[in-house]
């Protein structure tokens, strides 16, 4: 049967980011896929990861900044960009901020991610 999804999850996270996830481990317990909108403000950042998921990153409004090991991707809206689990990737809002739509496979999880201290 299908579920409705009347309201996202908010996940609080440091630095001004809102993250309202709509399929995934916290919002519904699906741990195949998760789908989030994220909203960053202009000077976000967060460290670099080496994440156990493939993320589809599709932006709506302002920019993404991928820094990877072979360089540095803006990423405008109307435009997405696809990492792969393994990667080692550092996501930060462009000067306008952002405001997004992740897709992570498996689903996101703090452990998953693999975040650099």
């Given at each position: 049967?299908?579920?409705?999804?009347?309201?996202?999850?908010?996940?609080?996270?440091?630095?001004?980011?809102?993250?309202?996830e709509y399929v995934g481990r916290v919002a519904t317990g699906t741990d195949g896929v998760s789908v989030a909108r994220m909203q960053a403000p202009a000077g976000w950042d967060e460290p670099?990861?080496?994440?156990?998921?493939?993320?589809?990153?599709?932006?709506?409004?302002?920019?993404?900044?991928?820094?990877?090991?072979?360089?540095?991707?803006?990423?405008?809206?109307?435009?997405?960009?696809?990492?792969?689990?393994?990667?080692?990737?550092?996501?930060?809002?462009?000067?306008?901020?952002?405001?997004?739509?992740?897709?992570?496979?498996?689903?996101?999880?703090?452990?998953?991610?693999?975040?650099?201290?």
């Amino acid at each position: 049967m299908p579920q409705p999804i009347p309201a996202p999850a908010r996940i609080p996270v440091p630095g001004g980011k809102v993250i309202d996830e709509y399929v995934g481990r916290v919002a519904t317990g699906t741990d195949g896929v998760s789908v989030a909108r994220m909203q960053a403000p202009a000077g976000w950042d967060e460290p670099a990861q080496t994440p156990r998921f493939d993320e589809v990153t599709v932006v709506l409004a302002g920019s993404v900044v991928v820094e990877h090991d072979g360089g540095r991707l803006e990423v405008p809206a109307g435009q997405a960009v696809l990492t792969r689990a393994g990667e080692r990737v550092r996501y930060s809002a462009g000067p306008d901020g952002a405001d997004y739509v992740a897709v992570c496979l498996p689903a996101f999880a703090p452990d998953l991610a693999q975040r650099e201290d």
